[in-house]
């Protein structure tokens, strides 16, 4: 599996080498804890004190501060503008457009919500720098999920990289038959048109060849499966998964606590 179709960043570092689904419980454990919390400040932390210092320990702190700049930072501003405009709450009027009005209600509810976004795809996005789609599917079938389910979360991850990749080799084509891909916004804009085509289809020729390559791999076959690779589980994984079901747990029953 070639890395350029995943997230994955080839690093030797600490949280490489962590066992995936240590990885995936942590990044759901992030999200969970910055939606669940009763406190305003969690998703705050989460980011400052735990996303941002594992990109650095991994290794993919560019990779992790480019995605920041290119999907997440714009989905979560769009959110926040959307949020701060629309929503119906509160009666300290700050400013008003036309019948748009932004509350200071609105506004802190805008933005802790997309803190809270902000934070979850952050996590997440760590967790597919750091993490080979490959050893994710072999660990979660070692443990015994079906393999039709453990393809179904791979392809997810994967479907992005792999329409980015292609998207640019349709684009390096249509470049050298002379198709205009730069200038203004509309010439971009029609140059979408040709390229469609040819991601669509291109797509769905993928489907249908790894659906062949992978039965012939003998993936519906009823028979236990081995790996080539060992993914290792040592202690401290098994210790920090529990430690992060238990901070859920206390944050869950503090927020029920406090409400």
Not at 176 to 204: I, M, N, Q
Request: proline share 5%.
């Amino acid at each position: 599996m070639h890395e350029r179709l995943s997230f994955y960043v080839r690093r030797e570092s600490f949280v490489h080498r962590l066992n995936p689904l240590t990885k995936l419980l942590l990044a759901f454990a992030l999200t969970l804890m910055g939606f669940v919390s009763p406190w305003y400040w969690t998703p705050h932390c989460v980011i400052l004190f735990v996303v941002i210092p594992l990109s650095f320990i991994g290794r993919v702190q560019r990779e992790y501060f480019g995605a920041a700049r290119r999907l997440i930072l714009p989905a979560a501003g769009f959110l926040f503008l959307m949020q701060a405009l629309f929503q119906p709450i509160g009666r300290t009027i700050i400013f008003q457009v036309w019948f748009l009005h932004v509350t200071s209600e609105s506004l802190s509810f805008a933005f802790e919500n997309a803190t809270r976004i902000f934070a979850m795809v952050s996590s997440f996005t760590v967790f597919l720098l750091t993490t080979h789609p490959s050893e994710l599917m072999s660990d979660l079938t070692r443990r015994g999920l079906p393999s039709q389910f453990a393809y179904v979360i791979i392809s997810t991850i994967q479907i992005i990289p792999q329409m980015q990749a292609k998207a640019q080799t349709i684009i390096a084509a249509q470049r050298s038959r002379g198709l205009d891909t730069e200038g203004s916004f509309f010439r971009r804009l029609g140059a979408l048109v040709p390229l469609v085509g040819p991601l669509v289809f291109g797509s769905l020729v993928e489907v249908e060849e790894r659906a062949i390559a992978i039965e012939a791999r003998g993936f519906t076959s009823p028979h236990a499966k081995t790996s080539l690779r060992e993914i290792p589980d040592g202690d401290f994984d098994r210790v920090l998964r529990w430690a992060l079901l238990a901070m859920v747990l206390a944050v869950g029953a503090t927020r029920i606590w406090l409400s």
